[in-house]
């Protein structure tokens, strides 16, 4: 079922998500990848501040491309989830609602969804250049120094995604080898 779906992200629309929905997200969300994974959670253990709050929003585990002139930003296609299993069970427990990336995630990840009501949506691999012209603004706001694995905060618009795992713990990449 298509679905369009607003950032944040209240755990009442969450539950209403099902493994196998695609859907066309708007709003803000985060981009980040290992390590600004790495700071985040260093940082949560420490009982420091992040960079954005957690709680309802999504993180999408992309590092883009440089921008060419004129444009937002450039590819930026989803990267391989399970190099943030690691972290993402504490981000989960602080509140973060859902993410977005590429293949199946871990055990522990799947039984903080299902524990935390969250939700991870599958981009397609290989179309960073058509994922980007979702992108309407871009703006790095922490760890610059990490380059394209910087914490950028992104407006999408319409970005397109399915609900690979659901707040059940409903996963696609199980029922079916469509997304594998």
């Known amino acids: 079922m298509e679905k369009h779906i607003f950032t944040p992200l209240p755990k009442e629309n969450l539950i209403k998500l099902k493994a196998g929905d695609l859907v066309f997200i708007t709003g803000t969300v985060y981009s980040a990848r290992d390590a600004a994974h790495k700071r985040i959670y260093d940082a949560l253990i420490k ?8 709680k309802d929003n999504v993180i999408y585990y992309m590092g883009p491309a440089p921008a060419k002139k004129g444009q937002v930003i450039g590819s930026a296609g989803p990267t391989t989830s399970g ?17 977005i990336g590429k293949g199946n995630r871990s055990k522990e990840v799947i039984d903080s969804m299902k524990k935390n009501k969250a939700v991870y949506f599958a981009a397609t691999g290989g179309a960073g250049a058509l994922l980007s012209k979702c992108i309407k603004k871009s703006k790095v706001i922490a760890y610059e120094d990490l380059g394209t694995e ?31």
């Open 47 to 54: 009982g420091e501040e992040i960079p954005f709050v957690l």
């Open 83 to 99: 190099r943030m299993d690691k972290y993402t069970p504490l981000l989960l427990d602080k509140g973060l609602a859902g993410m």
């Open 150 to 180: 910087a914490v950028y905060e992104l407006y999408v618009e319409n970005f397109p995604a399915i609900v690979a795992i659901d707040s059940n713990g409903n996963n696609l990449y199980e029922i079916t080898d469509l997304i594998g």
